[in-house]
C-alpha cells in the first residue's frame, strides 16, 4: 500500500518546511519536494500542517481505582485519542501486592489486545518489589517494558517506602529502565485528610484543600535526592505547580538527569472550579489537584525553559453521574482522575502556538517527540524521517471547535473543558500509514493497534 501526503507543511521538533511524503508499508519511505509518483491513495494537505502523531506517555484505560474503573477502555479510549491526533499511548498497568511483575503486565495485554485504535505500550505501577523480584524488573525492561511508576502519595493502596524507591531506582536505572514518580507526601496528606473529616469537611473542595503544593513539592526534592544516590535518571509525572517545578529546575541547573511532564489541566484549569455550587467540584477530583491560577504561567516558563520536557494527559476518566457520586458525602471516596486524551493536541496547539508562548517545533516536541525519546521509541516515533513509522497528523491550525461532552468521543458524561473555544484540530490521522480518521470519523479497526516493545532509556 502506497500513500502520498502532498503539498503540506512538515513540521518536527527542528524542522519546518514544505515537501510530499510517500508512505509505503507503514513506514515513511521518501521526503522529496514534489514527488511525481504512482500511489494507491493521495491526502491533499494544502493549508495544513503535516506533523508526527502525538504520543501520551500517561493513560488509565479500565483503571480499577477508588472504588471505580476508569470510564474509557481500550478501544473507546484509543479511538478518543486518535481523533485528537494521538496515535501513541503508554499506559499504566498494575502490579498489586504480592503480585509477580510479569503476569501484572500480562493481566493488562489481555485487557488491551484485540481492543486498541492506535499504538501502544506499558508502563508498569509497581507496587511491591522485593529483592526477589528485582529480576522480573530487569526481565521487563529487556522485553519493552521499560519504565515503572512509583507512588509517595496513596498509603495503603499505591505507596512505596523510600527503601523500595531507591531499590526500583538503582536497578533500573542499570538496566535502562526509567522511573516515574507520583511525588506528593500521601502520608501528611492523610494526616491533613483525618483532620478536615473530622471538622465536617466533606465537600469536593477539600480534595484540593488537603493537597498543598509543598506535600508536591517535598516529594519531587526527595524523589531527585534518592535518584541521586541511585545514579538513576527520574521522571516526575502529573507536576502541577511552580514549588514543585522549582525543585525540578534546581535539580537540572545542577546537571542531574530529571526529567518532568505537566498536562493540560494544570495549564487551563485552576483551583477556583472546585468553588462551583453543589458537588459539581467533584469533576476536576484529581491528583495533584488543580491549583492556584498563577501557576499555570509558570510551569508555561518551565515548558519553554525546558524544565519540563513532557505533555501528557494522565487520562482517567469517571462518570460524573454514576461514578464521582460515590463521594457525595466525602471527598476522599470521589474517584480521582479525570478525562483528557482527546484534546491534549488540540488545547497545546492553540494554548502553546496560537497565544503565542512557544512555537510549533516546541509543541511538537512537547506532544510527541520528547516522550518518544524519552520512553525508548524513537526515531521510531515522534519524528517524521525516513524509516519512522508513519503516524502522522494533518493538522489544521485554523479550524475551530468548541469542546464538550455533546461533541467528544470518550466515554465519559462531562468535559472537563465543557464550552471552551480552541483553535487547531487533527483533520486526517495515520497510524503506521492506514488512516484512522478522515473528515471527523474513525475509520480505522479497533485491534489495529499494535504493542510497542520500547528500547532502553537513552538520553
Ligand atoms: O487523579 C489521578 N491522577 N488519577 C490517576 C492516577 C494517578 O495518580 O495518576
Ligand atoms: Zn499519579
Ligand atoms: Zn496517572
Known sequence: MKTIIKNGNIVTAVDNYFADILIEDGKVAIIGAKLHMDADQFIDAADKLVIPGGIDPHTHMELPF???????????????????????????????????????????HKKAEGKTAIDYGFHLITTDLPDERVPEMRQLISEGVMSF???????GVFLVDDATIYRAMKNAGEAGGLICMHAENGVVI??????????????????ALTRPTKAEAEGVHRAIAIAEMAEAPVYIVHLSCSDALDEVREARDLGLPTYAETCPQYLFLDYSLYEREGFEGAKWVMTPPLREKWNQEKLWQGLK????????TDHCPFCFKEQKELGRDDFTKIPNGGPGVE????????????EGRIDVNRFVELTST??????????????????SDADIVVFDPNEEMVLSS???HM???????????????AKTVLSRGRIVIEKGEYVGRPGDGEFLKRGTFSM
Open 190 to 207: 492523610n494526616e491533613i485528610i483525618k483532620h478536615a473529616l473530622a471538622e465536617g469537611k466533606t465537600a469536593p473542595k477539600y480534595h
Open 305 to 312: 525553559g525546558n524544565d519540563l520536557q513532557v505533555i501528557s
Open 370 to 387: 520528547a516522550a518518544a525519546k524519552l520512553f525508548g521509541l524513537f526515531p521510531r516515533k515522534g519524528t517524521i524521517a525516513v524509516g
Open 343 to 354: 484534546h491534549r493536541m488540540s488545547l497545546i496547539y492553540n494554548g502553546g502556538v496560537a
Open 406 to 408: 455533546a461533541t467528544h
Open 66 to 108: 477508588g472504588g471505580a474503573s476508569s470510564s474509557d477502555d481500550f478501544k473507546t479510549g484509543t479511538i478518543a485519542a486518535a481523533h485528537g491526533g494521538t496515535t501513541t499511548i503508554i499506559d499504566f498497568a498494575v502490579q498489586y501486592h504480592g503480585e509477580s511483575l510479569v503476569e501484572a503486565v500480562d493481566n493488562w
Open 149 to 155: 511508576k512509583l507512588f509517595m502519595a496513596y498509603p
Open 411 to 425: 466515554n465519559v458524561d462531562y468535559s472537563a473543558y465543557e464550552g471552551m473555544k480552541i483553535r487547531g484540530a
